[in-house]
């Protein structure tokens, strides 16, 4: 069974820029949709942004115009490039594959 393992994140100021990556054990070329999700304290997982098998993406408002994800399906990997973050970006970061694969999330905190 493939498995997902998310890296990149860190803490970083208001304004700065973090790319994470999800790594897949076996390939996501099988997968449609691969997608980012995030959870904030006491906040429910939300979807930061999708990317089809053709490359077709998808943004929630709040991030639209700063985070670009994209997928390299020969390194099997997915990528979300964060730019101008801010403080309401601090949340942990997980990679989905298809709706029903996760991966184990990585700790993004962004300070003022």
């Known amino acids: 069974q493939v498995q997902l393992v998310e890296s990149g994140g860190g803490l970083v100021q208001a304004g700065g820029s973090l790319r994470l990556s999800c790594a897949a054990s076996g390939s996501i070329f099988s997968f449609n949709i691969m997608s980012w999700y995030r959870q904030a304290p006491g906040k429910q997982r939300e979807l930061v942004a999708g990317?089809?098998?053709?490359?077709?993406?998808n943004y929630a408002d709040s991030v639209k115009g700063r985070f670009t994800i994209s997928r390299d399906n020969g390194k099997n990997t997915v990528y979300l490039q964060m730019n101008s973050l801010k403080r309401e970006d601090t949340a942990v970061y997980l990679c989905?594959?298809?709706?029903?694969?996760w991966g184990q999330g990585t700790q993004v905190t962004v300070s003022s």
């Open positions: 990317i089809s098998r053709g490359g077709s993406t």
């Open positions: 989905n594959g298809d709706g029903w694969i």
